[in-house]
């Protein structure tokens, strides 16, 4: 339990000093909690001046033995004492309403700790691609606390949907989680039932292996053709033709991936059952609230090894077996954060 009284989100542990960082969602406040639920620091970044994000942040994790947020537009650096060091920008430009989507994902590069995160293609639609341009670009960016800008980083694999069809797919941002026991990227793609990994070696990513996901009722997405992108825009959604919006809702897609030592967390849903003609957003909303499931999925060395419908939003992995939980109850008035702690068991 934490005695805070507006909802916090645990963003991240850090299992050398048995810290968590969490993020006020209504005050905005970053902190740095121990094991025990006490609150060790609380510092307010929003606002203006140099290490401030401004109206909003999307993402607060460890680096190392410091600490990146990500603001509204760029990614900020601070020493374990949240002494502002250095600002990188661009960042994702998302502005959250309450909680954020996370720790940034990072891993030691030269000696460096470095981001690593999704290469943005057509920044929500609003650049019409052209036909061959997944054979080229780039699925992510890395930079650190000195970069002036990106190091792009890994062309979509060959045989992947995005370079194999004639359609567009709007869900192409990759899904990506660093395992660093292993010492492995393991990387999936909305759209596919695949899990690629990478080796670290010498400084640079190498491709290892492909491998085939287990997962129910996942199948073929749906998508456009490559000149309709801009066509038939969702009102006040900007450029992105509204069927991309239907086919996020129906498509069978992954949400997201953490891996940790031997086990791999795959999250993702069904989607619509079979193929539809909807056309409209609101309806396909509707149809797939009904007809789609949220699943998780665990794997050992490529193995489904167990598949759950449990509500585990906002989790964080304290260990490979271990995952921590925000206890969430709308009907309760709280004076303070409760978070269960959930465990993987071998049965024998």
Known sequence: MVPVLEPLQITDYNPKTNRFLAYGTQSKACMEIDAEGNVLSSVDLTGEGPGHFGPGMSGLGYLGTNIVVEGAGAYYFFDADWNYLEKFTPGSGYIPLS????????????????????????????????EDHFNTAMMLEAFNSKSQEPTELLPYPENSIYRTSELYFDGHEPKISYNKQKEELILVLPLEPKMYKYELKNNRFEFVSTSNLDLKNFRTPQGIPYEDQHKNPLKNFGRSNELNYVYRELNSSILDVSSYGEITMIRYKTGAKEPTSLS????ASKYADSESEALYS??????????????????????????????????????????????LKKIE
């Open 280 to 283: 409209n957003y609101m309806e």
């Open 298 to 343: 665990f794997f050992v060395q490529d193995k489904k090894v167990l598949e759950i419908n449990d509500d585990l939003g906002r989790y964080v992995r304290l260990s490979e077996t271990q995952f921590l939980v925000p206890y969430v109850n709308e009907e309760e008035e709280l004076d303070y954060n409760k978070f269960y702690i959930y465990e």
């Open 99 to 130: 909680y954020i989507s996370g720790k940034p994902d990072a891993v030691e590069i030269n000696g460096v700790n470095t981001v690593i995160k999704a290469k943005s293609q057509n920044y929500n639609g609003g650049i019409k691609l052209k």
